[in-house]
Structures are given as C-alpha cells and as structure tokens.
C-alpha cells in the first residue's frame, strides 16, 4: 500500500486500485500522521489539529476514526493482532510506513539526493511529476496543513530550479525556456529562477533575449524590491556580454531567490534553523557566509549584530560541524577585540553567549575549553545586568552546554533548564522553552525520575506543535524508548525485544531528520549495548552496527564479546578519558565495567575515580535518549575491583 499527499489525500493498494479510507476526518487524521513522518503524534494534539473546539467526546470520535483507518489500511491483519501500520504509542498514534511508500517523502528524499549528486536526477524528475496539486489540498481548515502546504511549496519550487540547474550543468536544457519563463511569471521573486531563464535562453542561442531577462529582472529587483541584482546575476550578464559561448554553472543558495544583505541573511537563517531537517544545515552554512560577508564591510557593530542575532537554542553538547562552530567562534572573539571591553555590553554578551555555544564542550581542548566557561558566565552576568530576558536565556544557553566539565551535574543542569523554561514562559519566548522543558527532561532522566521526565517529554511535543520543532517528537521517541528499555530489567516489564524494537523506531525516525549528525552516529549501537549490559548480556557484535564517535570506549567490551581477551585488554589500555558531554557518565561505566571484567586494577580506579560524583545518576541518562542502568552499579564493581589490585 501506499499513501498519497502531494494532491488530494489517498491511499492505494499495490495494485493502484484506491482504498477507502472514509470522511473527510478521518483522511486528516490519516494526513496528519503521515506529516509527522513516522513519529508519534500525542491524542491532544491531535485533538487540537482536528477541531478548533473539540466536542465533548473528541478523544472517542479519534479512536473511532484511527480503528476504521486501521480497518482500511491492513484489511488482512488477523483480529487480536497488534497493528504494524497505524500504532498506538505512548500517549498517541504513530503511522509506520517505509518512506518509498508515501509520496511526499519519496519527493523530500530525492530532492535531499540531488542536492547531492546530479546521478539522481531521474529521481528528482520523477518526483516532480507525482505532484497532483498542492499538497493536503482536501484538508483546507487546518493550520498544520496550512503550515506543511507553505514548507512542502517551498521544496517543490526549489526541486523545480534544482532540476533545471542539474540539466543546465550536464549541457542540455533549450526545452526549459517555456517552462522556467511561466516559473519566473509566477515566482518573480526567486532570483536564481531568473538566472536559470537566462542561461536557457542563452543554451537556445537566443542571447540577446539572455540579456533582456536579466535587464527584466534587474527592474524589477530595483524598482520594487530597492534591491540590485545580486553577484550571481551581474556574473551572468557579463559573461553574455562578453561573448561567452558556454556559461559556467550557477552556485546555489538556500534563499527565497532575493539577494540579502548579512543582517537580513542571518535573520533567514535563524528562521530556517528553527524548522530542523536540511534547513538546519542550511541555515548554519548561511549563518556561517553571512558572519564573513559582514567582517568583509568592516563594520564591527555589524559584524557584533550578526554574529549575535543567531540565537537558536542548542540542546546537544557535540557539534554537528566542528570546523564551521570553530569557524564562528572565531569571528565572534575577534569581533569582540575589536569592540574592547567597554563596547556596548548587549554586543559584547550576545558575542560571548555564541562562543559558548558553539564551543561545545566535545570538540574543545583544554585551553578552550575554560574560555568558553569563562565566555558563558560572563555572557550570563552581563545579561543578568542589562535585564534582558531573551539576552539572558540565550546566555543560560551557553551556560548549559558549558556544564559537562564533570560527571554528576544532573541537578546543577536542572536549575538551568528550570529557569531558561521560566524566563521562556514569562517573556513568551517559546523556541526557549521548548529548550527548557528537554534540558529539564535530560535532568530528570539523568536523575532516574522517569515520571518527571515524561512530564516535561509531553510538555515540549505540546510546545512543538505550535513553534514547528520538529526534531522535538524525534527526541521525545527516543526518551520513551529509553523508558521501556529501563523498563524492561524490572519484574513484569516488557520485553528486551520489545525495548529494543522501540530504539529500532526511534533510530529510523531520527536517520530521517538528515541534520544531526553529531548525535546521531553511533547513538543506535550504544543504545543496544545499554540494553544488553541492563539484561547482563554481553555487548552486541553484528559488524554492521555503527559505534560512531563511541568506537575507543565499547571496543573492549565488543572484543570480550567475541572471546578476543588479549585484544580487549590493548583496546581498554588505549582508551582516552571520555569527551565532557552528555554521554561521558555512560562512557565511564563502559570503562569501568570492561576494567572490572578483565581484572585491570588501574583502569577501574581512573572509572570510580570520575564516577563518584555521579553515583546517584543513571548512565546514559543525561542525554534522555538511553540508559545503560544505575551508575551505582557500575562503580561499586570498579571499586571492587580496584580494592583488588
């Protein structure tokens, strides 16, 4: 079966032949589960995207509609057999589909794959030509429709410029000139759409109608945008001029098509990076070009501005891109020498809240690492004196990630996440209180209060519903697979089968975000090996499983697995103390429990050493994402065998 949403919704059978899927509420229900892309959406929200004033009896009219969707969609399931399509899951339902099998992903994924590659191409094209109208186009009331309509446009229109661009670079491209002139008639705005015209106007040997559209285009920038055309365009129409019998291929930008200065680029970006997925990445490759392109002015205010306007919140204490985070940090001190210290204090603790959140805490050596400590307090109490709230959970920000520079922080964390969620309630700064509610979730997780924990996890998907934060139910996913892995060592829990499907779906669902690469790899096969230790198995040895960043610290214990004693030994010897991150509890309990098993008396004593000040934790906990158990436990086999030696 396969579900169709760039159009009217449907569903269809392997064999075309369409399904009934029934009234219109129950097709929405259907298309707001596909929207989420297999992560679980909440009964309230729901509720709330189904009705602007829900009935009395809404949650009930919801179950009606899931159990007849579940009737259509696996008409051959046998009764009294768990769903494998349409789940419910925790406080909510879940759609599992292969992505191949709904067309709005196939059509993100193939998009995502010639940004890539010109190889996929015939993917792009074909994807293109699924589109049967605009998207959810029979779910008109609904504001999440209404939102994922707009996004869903927007890819299309650059999957439309993408694929001319592709064909363009290969050598053809004459037969577009029909179709990208109704493309830029309709979208004038889209500056690159203008460039595409000409080039294929000028690949039809038709120059001089080149020139006329970039001087169209020039116009109207000017005259109604006050706007000059930008490099890309004044580039081209030099090169036509000049008599150019083959033009160089167009560089892209992830922009409305309108040339941007370095303050209004940035303000983009941020608004980008607030929606996940590629335009995170996006959106700091353009953050990082619109700090360089504000240092070239020479405008230090500028540049300070910047720099500081991007204040998206940071959850995870490893970068996703090392080398552009240390690319910004340094622009923002040399931006703050140049100010001195008796710059204007807003700049100066703006600039100093971005060192610190971009230094994290995993990347960092010694040196820099007390300067971006030393960064995030002073952004925190310049910002404490100038009584800015939004300055000051930005700066709270920073002083989050800079609080790993040992284990056991939990409760100090905490206090930070409590007031972020305050300042961010009081102030309506919503994107931060999202932040607020999963430090807070990370705390209580770290702390062993899972009733706490799932508190705040119900909190922040009801946020993230109205801020679009996508990632938000993919984290929450995984949170309540680490609940029923904790679960599952209990006596009547669920099974590890069970715990181990749930991190399953939570791996698939976070591998479809494209974006977090600094949490993602490795965190699947870590996870597993959690739940091993949980059920005193030992560590899992499939080849294929991905240890990621986590490789020097789960090698003994994966040799010992596989009866490889000598080698497990060398692999613990050459094991570097963990990064100050929200994993470095769990890595320790790693080491000490591979010393403990293979009697290495000084190894054990370094692991209890970094293990006393967390032994109320739950390793793996800091990060709400897994658990490898109490800490408790595995310091008490370290000391022991420490004591041994």
């Not at 619109?290 to 230090?300: F, K, L, N, S, W």
């Not at 004693?565 to 100050?580: D, G, I, S, Y």
């Not at 934790?617 to 000391?639: C, D, F, I, N």
Request: net charge positive; hydrophobic share 45%; proline share 6%.
């Amino acid at each position: 079966m396969r579900i169709d949403v760039l159009g009217a919704v449907r569903a269809l059978r392997a064999d075309g032949t369409p399904v009934d899927l029934g009234g219109p509420r129950h097709r929405e229900v259907l298309a707001r589960l596909v929207a989420a892309g297999g992560r679980m959406v909440a009964t309230d929200t729901l509720v709330a995207d189904l009705w602007a004033e829900p009935p009395v009896r809404a949650v009930g009219a919801l179950r009606t509609f899931v159990a007849a969707l579940r009737r259509a969609v696996e008409p051959d399931r046998p009764p009294r057999t768990p769903p494998r399509v349409l789940l419910t899951e925790g406080p909510g339902y879940a759609l599992r589909l292969p992505r191949d099998q709904v067309d709005a992903h196939r059509f993100e994924d193939a998009l995502a794959r010639a940004r890539r590659t010109p190889e996929a191409l015939p993917d792009l094209e074909a994807a293109l030509a699924a589109w049967r109208g605009p998207a959810y186009a029979d779910v008109t009331g609904s504001l999440w429709a209404q939102r994922e309509r707009a996004r869903l446009e927007e890819l299309r229109l650059e999957g439309i410029e993408l694929r001319a661009r592709l064909l363009l670079d290969s050598g053809a491209g004459a037969e577009l000139v029909a179709e990208l002139g109704a493309h830029v008639t309709e979208h004038p705005w889209r500056e690159p759409a203008w460039g595409l015209l000409a080039r294929a106007l000028h690949r039809a040997g038709r120059q001089a109608d080149a020139l006329a559209t970039l001087r169209r285009a020039r116009t109207m920038l000017v005259e109604q945008l006050g706007l000059d055309p930008g490099a890309e365009l004044r580039r081209l129409e030099a090169d036509i001029l000049h008599g150019a019998t083959t033009l160089p291929p167009a560089r892209t930008v992830w922009t409305a098509g309108v040339r941007l200065g370095p303050r209004t680029t940035v303000e983009l970006a941020r608004t980008l990076a607030l929606a996940g997925g590629d335009a995170l990445v996006h959106s700091r490759r353009d953050r990082l070009a619109a700090v360089q392109a504000a240092e070239r002015t020479g405008d230090i205010a500028l540049t300070a501005r910047v720099i500081g306007a991007y204040d998206v919140p940071a959850l995870w204490s490893r970068a996703d891109d090392p080398e552009q985070s240390r690319a910004v940090v340094a622009a923002a001190e040399r931006t703050l020498t140049a100010l001195g210290t008796d710059g204007p204090a807003a700049l100066r603790a703006r600039l100093l809240a971005t060192v610190a959140v971009e230094s994290r805490s995993a990347d960092l050596s010694g040196t820099a690492s007390e300067r971006a400590g030393r960064a995030a307090r002073e952004a925190e109490a310049l910002a404490r004196e100038l009584g800015d709230p939004a300055l000051l959970v930005f700066a709270l920000n920073g002083v989050f990630l800079q609080s790993f520079t040992r284990p056991g922080l939990a409760a100090a964390r905490d206090v930070i996440g409590a007031e972020i969620l305050d300042l961010a309630t009081r102030h309506a700064l919503p994107n931060f209180a999202v932040l607020g509610r999963l430090v807070r979730l990370q705390s209580a997780s770290a702390l062993g209060d899972l009733d706490a924990a799932s508190a705040h996890a119900r909190a922040a998907e009801r946020l993230a519903v109205s801020t679009e934060a996508s990632l938000v139910p993919v984290l929450t996913g995984w949170f309540r697979a680490r609940v029923t892995a904790a679960r599952s060592a209990e006596p009547g829990g669920p099974t590890a089968a069970t715990a181990a499907a749930h991190y399953r779906a939570a791996e698939d669902a976070l591998a479809g975000t494209a974006s977090m690469p600094g949490l993602h790899r490795g965190l699947f096969a870590l996870a597993l090996l959690g739940l091993r230790l949980l059920h005193d198995r030992p560590a899992p040895t499939d080849p294929a499983l991905d240890w990621g960043p986590y490789r020097p610290w789960t090698q003994p214990l994966v040799l010992l697995a596989r009866n490889r004693v000598e080698e497990a030994r060398t692999a613990l010897a050459a094991t570097p103390e963990p990064p100050l991150d929200h994993m470095q509890e769990a890595l320790w309990c790693l080491t000490a429990h591979a010393a403990a098993r293979l009697g290495e008396h000084r190894a054990a004593a370094r692991a209890a050493t970094a293990l006393r000040t967390a032994r109320t934790e739950h390793a793996g906990g800091a990060s709400g994402l897994l658990t490898l158990g109490p800490v408790a436990r595995y310091l008490k086999e370290a000391e022991k065998c420490a004591t041994q030696g």
